[in-house]
T-cell receptor, first 114, second 113 residues
């Protein structure tokens, strides 16, 4: 079966610019996650969707980050304006909507903010 | 919220030795504990998981143990091979709500030939 797809794989922008990432989950996975992974750390959940509704965005910096999941399939994560500390790998994951919500990760987007 | 601590941060072993990585968690409601392996520049991949109704689970050279009373769980890799070299992450979640995963900071395992 096809895995979680993400694009772009790499992005370099200057601070204060905007950037958007795209994710296509595994077919049939109603739950979608965006994580931020800073070098040397574990993934940190930014936002979790169940279908097209947000169920957890407690760690999303809402003044600059936004995410949407129209039609309950693909999702986009946007940063506007970017800061230097946003440099990280942004991982998308998906799971079936039942416990234990076993998550499958995409390849990630490596963002460098200069 | 949940807090997961992972030790050690780096672990170097000789090929054929065993490796043990330990994690503790804070939320007594957590009942699902997956382990992910992440090779350099690649996505995290689930290698084994354990639920709170069992104390140990094995899959070939990999095993995970869980002590709910002490709130800690461990990953054991036997007969290590160079291809086991990677960063390993533990995580914990609860079946309540939407089972948000909280990850540890990772352990870099280096297996020398």
């Amino acid at each position: 079966e096809a895995g979680v797809a993400q694009s772009p794989r790499y992005k370099i922008i200057e601070k204060r610019q905007s950037v958007a990432f795209w994710c296509n989950p595994i077919s049939g996975h109603a739950t979608l996650y965006w994580y931020q992974q800073i070098l040397g750390q574990g993934p940190k959940l930014l936002i979790q969707f169940q279908n097209n509704g947000v169920v957890d965005d407690s760690q999303l910096p809402k003044d600059r980050f936004s995410a949407e999941r129209l039609k309950g399939v693909d999702s986009t994560l946007k940063i506007q304006p970017a800061k230097l500390e946003d440099s990280a790998v942004y991982l998308c994951a998906s799971s079936l909507p039942v416990f234990p919500y076993e998550q499958y990760f995409g390849p990630g987007t490596r963002l460098t903010v200069t | 919220g949940e807090n997961v601590e992972q030790h050690p941060s780096t672990l170097s072993v000789q090929e054929g030795d065993s490796a043990v990585i330990k994690c503790t968690y804070s939320d007594s409601a957590s009942n699902y504990f997956p382990w992910y392996k992440q090779e350099l520049g690649k996505r995290p991949q689930l290698i084994i998981d354990i639920r709170s109704n069992v104390g140990e689970k094995k899959d070939q050279r990999i095993a995970v143990t869980l002590n709910k009373t002490a709130k800690h769980f461990s990953l054991h890799i036997t007969e290590t091979q160079p291809e086991d070299s990677a960063v390993y992450f533990c995580a914990a979640s609860s079946s309540s709500g939407y089972s948000t995963l909280t990850f540890g900071k990772g352990t870099m395992l280096l297996v020398s030939p």
